[in-house]
């Protein structure tokens, strides 16, 4: 949590800096994306992203465009997730969604600049700026999180599996956790040895993430979304994010005492209770 | 003409490339984003791309990711603007609509994921990926193609005036013109003073582009819709195209007979009769 929190200010400070000042014409195109960024987001992906870096002896000075771009693009698809044609939430985090907020079509919108303002933004990294856009892009695509979000609107109400629920964690969760690290080590230069290393921790710890928030999620009472607890039931759930979170620790092998705050922030995301 | 035609087959054969195939889980993902790519464009965007790098002794080897990136990004603007919330249309090239084919969660994704792909495929760019990824963001972000896109969606139907009509043809329209040109100068080597005159050759050749449509639209006989013909009279539009296709042409004074590519397409889409 000690980490998160440094991370924080300096990811806050970056968002800041690259979204355009909301009164910039067209107003309402901007302050819709500047309402969804500063939500109140942990920026456990940035967290990620600068962790990562540190690992490789780089820091956030070296990550924070990757960092900063990774939750511009989280926060499209929570934008455009939450959308009447989608999942059609009209709260998100105690406040109106978007387009409760700012109409259907500016929040479509303010999704899409966000998305193209994510790639922008990883495109002005210091080190490896291309490598850095296609690893983002790749996880966040047809193969990757749309395709996800796909797979999940398909299953949504229908009875499903574990493999169409692991098709949709791995997709809609775990690839831009994965992306997050990925293209934080690219930014501290990371070698191709590195970088197996730290997909492989993103993905498992990703995997996690997903089973600890549909466990908290299971536990509010007025919950009747359909998630991996009703296929894996509550006990299988907790086990399978312990052993998915230690096989990510085993994953940070190559590395030292650089690793810790990665250890750190997959323990705390194992152990959270919000 | 027959110049774009000679860039137009290996422009399909990129995008067919770099698309996943349509059988690719999740399937009807795949097939909407192929079925909107594949819908009959005459690929001036990606034409343009491939005539700037000619301009500078490239080819359409070089500029072909320059190219498809910026077609796939056109191709993700018409899902999205045709959308319920959007323009709400039915029909696109005589065709049912993405989202009238494929359902509007589905459409709504495939224009995410064919932006997602634009910069992938920029990405992959053999010269200069990261500033072609930069130029393409920086076009068709908040200041740019969604920014005329929202400005657009609030005239609607409110008497407008010619400096809102500007605003909107020179982002929703001119500034991906401006991309393609800049985008191909970049894949070969283009210079700052090379990156200058392409830039204002693109947006002279887009706004001429955008008058000439909205002459053609007026020459429907079913077409209310509001337009710069509106305001400006059909006359007045038509001077103005011909004299920014002028300027167009005198952006190019840097340039010898190498430019004649780009000549040919500004005067071709000046002459056009659809």
């Known amino acids: 949590m000690a980490y998160l929190g440094s991370c924080r200010q300096a990811v806050e400070d970056e968002l800041d800096r690259v979204l355009p000042p909301a009164a910039q014409t067209p107003a309402v195109l901007h302050e819709a994306m500047r309402y969804s960024v500063f939500a109140g987001g942990k920026r456990i992906r940035p967290a990620f992203a600068i962790a990562a870096a540190e690992c490789l002896g780089g820091g956030c000075r070296t990550a924070i465009a990757a960092a900063a771009a990774v939750e511009l693009l989280h926060t499209y698809t929570l934008i455009h997730d939450d959308l009447p044609c989608m999942d059609d939430d009209d709260t998100r985090r105690g406040r109106p969604s978007c387009h409760k907020a700012f109409g259907e079509a500016n929040a479509l919108l303010a999704g899409d600049a966000l998305l193209t303002l994510a790639f922008e933004t990883a495109a002005r990294s210091p080190v490896?700026?291309?490598?850095?856009?296609?690893?983002?892009?790749?996880?966040?695509?047809?193969?990757?999180?749309?395709?996800?979000?796909?797979?999940?609107?398909?299953?949504?109400?229908?009875?499903?599996?574990?493999?169409?629920?692991?098709?949709?964690?791995?997709?809609?969760?775990?690839?831009?956790?994965?992306?997050?690290?990925?293209?934080?080590?690219?930014?501290?230069?990371?070698?191709?040895?590195?970088?197996?290393?730290?997909?492989?921790?993103?993905?498992?710890?990703?995997?996690?993430?997903?089973?600890?928030?549909?466990?908290?999620?299971?536990?509010?009472?007025?919950?009747?979304?359909?998630?991996?607890?009703?296929?894996?039931?509550?006990?299988?759930?907790?086990?399978?994010?312990a052993s998915l979170t230690a096989e990510a620790m085993d994953a940070l092998g190559p590395f030292n005492e650089a690793a810790e705050p990665l250890r750190a922030i997959a323990r705390y995301l194992l152990e959270r209770t919000t």
């Not at 398909?154 to 599996?161: F, H, K, N, Y």
């Not at 990925?182 to 290393?197: C, F, I, N, T, Y």
């Open 128 to 241: 490896a700026p291309a490598a850095i856009v296609r690893a983002l892009a790749v996880a966040a695509g047809s193969r990757g999180v749309v395709g996800g979000q796909v797979a999940d609107l398909a299953a949504t109400g229908q009875p499903s599996d574990e493999s169409t629920m692991h098709f949709i964690h791995a997709h809609k969760t775990a690839d831009l956790f994965r992306a997050a690290v990925e293209m934080g080590g690219l930014s501290a230069g990371a070698d191709a040895d590195a970088l197996v290393a730290l997909r492989a921790f993103g993905r498992a710890t990703g995997l996690a993430f997903q089973l600890v928030d549909d466990l908290l999620d299971a536990d509010e009472p007025d919950d009747h979304s359909f998630s991996s607890i009703h296929i894996m039931g509550r006990e299988r759930a907790r086990a399978h994010a």
